[in-house]
């Protein structure tokens, strides 16, 4: 976090969250952090992939992701497993 590049992108990313949550319609739920680590995990809740994946091309969010290697989960919740499982046959 100590790189002036990475800390920059950082401050205007987070900058930008609040209009983002309003502009996508999307629930930031929490950030966290492991400092000694390196690792930061945020907790985004969207309507769909698709506007999730508008959000990630933000200039903001462009340019923390040139400055670190991001792993994406995409997660479903009960409802929605119930609603895949009697789908499919």
């Known amino acids: 976090m100590n790189n002036e590049k990475k800390r920059k992108a950082?401050?205007?990313y987070f900058a930008k969250m609040d209009a983002w949550s309003k502009k996508y319609k999307v629930k930031?739920?929490?950030v966290w952090s492991v400092p000694n680590e390196h690792l930061n995990f945020l907790v985004i809740e969207?309507?769909?992939l698709e506007v999730f994946q508008k959000l990630?091309?933000?200039p903001e969010a462009r340019a923390?992701?040139?400055t670190e290697t991001i792993e994406?989960?995409?997660?479903v919740?009960?409802?929605e497993i119930?609603?895949?499982l009697r789908q499919t046959k």
């Not at 994406?72 to 997660?75: L, Q, R, S």
């Open 64 to 66: 923390v992701a040139a």
């Open 28 to 30: 930031m739920v929490g």
């Open 56 to 58: 990630r091309m933000e």
């Open 77 to 79: 919740n009960k409802e």
């Open 72 to 75: 994406i989960k995409m997660v």
């Open 46 to 48: 969207a309507p769909s």
């Open 10 to 12: 950082n401050l205007a």
């Open 82 to 84: 119930l609603k895949m």
